[in-house]
């Protein structure tokens, strides 16, 4: 099984960026336990800032492989061209949120690719994450 971890934009900051809320670790620091958590699964992972880049990635690997986990961050708001993405791919995709995003902001209280996911996981911190697999392992279709 591969699955493929996506991170939109600022989430390259995890551990400087407002550690009250998204805590004190990197998604590097983190990613070797998700992986020796799960060792027959060939977990990998992307970052980009740049919302195209995001989608090139999805549209490379959303018909091979088994499933995405996507924190779009701030584009999960904004994004229509995200959720037409997740829409057209053969891999089912799971939005993830590291905060609680609906006891934040108005604004980050409604998202634009939710519909097109098969699920979404918020508020767990990086664990999160670990749910998000956990979904795909447990639900394959």
Request: one cysteine or more; charged letters at 20%.
């Amino acid at each position: 099984m591969k699955i493929l971890i996506i991170n939109g934009p600022n989430l390259n900051l995890l551990g400087v960026r407002e550690p009250g809320i998204y805590g004190s670790s990197s998604f590097e620091q983190y990613l070797p336990q998700l992986q020796q958590r799960y060792p027959d699964i060939d977990i990998e992972y992307y970052q980009s800032n740049v919302e195209g880049e995001l989608i090139n990635k999805m549209q490379e690997v959303g018909f091979s492989y088994d499933g995405i986990v996507l924190n779009a961050g701030a584009y999960t708001h904004t994004s229509i061209a995200l959720h037409d993405c997740i829409r057209s791919l053969k891999a089912p995709v799971i939005e993830v949120h590291i905060s609680n995003v609906h006891q934040r902001e108005e604004f980050r209280h409604h998202s634009m690719i939710s519909a097109a996911c098969r699920g979404v996981i918020c508020g767990f911190g990086l664990d999160s994450y670990r749910l998000a697999i956990s979904a795909l392992t447990e639900n394959e279709e």
